[in-house]
């Protein structure tokens, strides 16, 4: 239902708004309030300052409200408003597939540091979702030859939306990982696999749990089945790059060293937190 409609001002309905937030539970009530307006008004959220003092029309208001609703039944901000920033891009996002998380940013980086010597180097985006990771390498090296996998047809046509949408060719294929990843000679495998594992589902927040597609969340050994696999598909001196987190990057970087690869490094993410787990294969 929505929220008893007063004639307002930004500032008075951020607070009524967040008010309402934060008492059905949302963590970050305030924040989330200021971007839900902004988002409705067509303004950055530095710019809702700008126009603090702007009385909302009716249907801005029955709007914020509609909104509110859906994030107070614990429904992610970024599905809500339906498009998230990823490195330069603004991609769609909605249930089909992962919301893109600021910490996979830095396995771009990664990535891009790896390939950066290679004129048009062919990249393996294993688990591709919304196409965040392949579209942002093939945004920022433009001589990449990009190609998306995923086992979920949901996601992959999210993916092809937001190719269509960032202009940025990319091949998207339908490829079950866990049967093994296509063809060889890669310069460079990236995945950010499926990770938690399911006796961690218990603490997990109701925005994810009950928001993000279960398939993109629990770990199903898709992480040592890639690193497997990409000894094989990727040629001499082909870098392998895996999102992971804290002690379960320690394990991966073990994983790479016994099959082989050479360079073995973590990254820590801008929280500190070990992240982003890569290596060479010998030449
Ligand atoms: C953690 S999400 C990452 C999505 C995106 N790369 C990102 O970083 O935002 C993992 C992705 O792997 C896909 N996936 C899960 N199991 C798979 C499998 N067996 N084969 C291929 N893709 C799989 C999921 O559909 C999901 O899109």
Not at 62 to 88: H, I, K, N
Not at 96 to 117: D, G, H, M, N, Y
Not at 125 to 133: C, H, L, M
Not at 151 to 172: F, K, M, P
Request: hydrophobic share 45%; aromatic share 4%.
């Amino acid at each position: 239902m929505a929220s008893d409609l007063k004639s307002d001002t930004v500032g008075s309905v951020v607070r009524r708004t967040a008010a309402r937030l934060d008492s059905d539970g949302v963590p970050t009530a305030k924040l989330d309030a200021e971007l839900l307006v902004a988002h409705v008004l067509g303004v950055s959220r530095a710019g809702l300052a700008i126009e603090r003092d702007r009385t909302l029309t009716r249907r801005e208001q029955e709007r914020v409200a509609e909104l509110a609703d859906r994030r107070a039944a614990r429904e992610p901000l970024q599905y809500v408003v339906g498009e998230w920033g990823f490195r330069r891009l603004t991609l769609t996002v909605d249930e089909r597939a992962l919301i893109p998380r600021p910490e996979t940013e830095t396995v771009v980086e990664r990535c891009l540091v790896l390939i950066a010597s290679l004129d048009a180097p062919r990249v393996l985006d294993v688990g591709t979702g919304s196409g965040a990771i392949a579209l942002a390498i093939a945004d920022e090296h433009p001589g990449a030859r990009v190609t998306g996998i995923d086992v979920s047809q949901d996601a992959l046509s999210l993916a092809r939306e937001n190719a269509g949408r960032t202009g940025l060719e990319i091949e998207l294929l339908q490829v079950d990982m866990l049967a093994g990843i296509p063809g060889s000679d890669w310069d460079l495998a990236v995945s950010n696999p499926p990770y938690v594992r399911p006796d961690e589902k218990a603490g997990l927040a109701p925005e994810v749990v009950e928001w993000e597609p279960h398939v993109a969340l629990f770990d199903g050994g898709h992480t040592e089945r890639l690193v497997r696999d990409a000894a094989r598909a990727l040629r001499p001196g082909a870098a392998l790059v895996l999102e992971s987190f804290d002690e379960r990057a320690r394990a991966v970087a073990e994983l790479l060293r016994g099959m082989g690869f050479v360079d073995v490094a973590v990254t820590r993410d801008l929280a500190g937190r070990d992240r982003v787990v890569e290596g060479r294969r010998p030449t």
